[in-house]
């Protein structure tokens, strides 16, 4: 999968790209990513690429045209999706970067300032994504945060298949908890169920764990997960009900 990132501030990608899963899967062919200076195409001595706001009022908006000419000087751009990253753009989730996961080229244009001129997001921009409801100093972050999510989604991106496979099966719940050695700390001791060797068994208070957790933390992702066919089966239900001692619906 191919990312160009448009950014006034290549260097701040440049470290987090160079780390971990993304930098391995970039090794592996698996995922390329260059980063373009938007200052390259800013107009005059100082390569300017913003200006003062029509009708008034504080900060600096971005113009239109070194975005345009960024954009169009990428090779195969016109086949990519473009997206900027805004937070007036859609809420970023595990089913939008999965969406986005199977885009073969994605041009990621950060926006900084006050904001960018409008005729970049009706005629420039295929889509907007914000990856929360705050407001970051420019969309820097967000792509790291958006090409991180994506990237471990690619085949054979991560060590074994089978952590996302796992991850998949939790299917919009919240994970289990999870331990290691030692398999007692300071007095804290695991839950005695890992330890049993029953892998059926285990299998079941993983799936619980996942579903009280979401039940207590996130009853809206729980809610949207009742309401997808085949995703909580009737016995998970009927646990989680005497679990929590509430009728579901009452959520
Ligand atoms: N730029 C500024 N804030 C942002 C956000 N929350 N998401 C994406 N891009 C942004």
Redesign the pocket.
Known sequence: MRFDIVTLFPEMLRGPFAASIVSRAVDRGIAEIELHDLRQWGHGKHRKVDDAPFGGGAGMVMQPEPLFAAVESIPGQAEARTVL???Q?RLLTQAVVDELAAVPHLLLLC?HYEGVDERVREHLADDE????D???S??EP?AIVLVDAIVRRLPGALGSEASLDEESHTGGLLEYPQYTRPAEYRGWPIPDILLSGHHKDVQTWRRRQSLLRTARRRPDLLRAALASDGAVSDADRRWLEEELETKLEEL
């Open positions: 990253l805004t937070p753009g926006g994504i914000s990856i929360g705050y407001v970051l420019g969309g967000a």
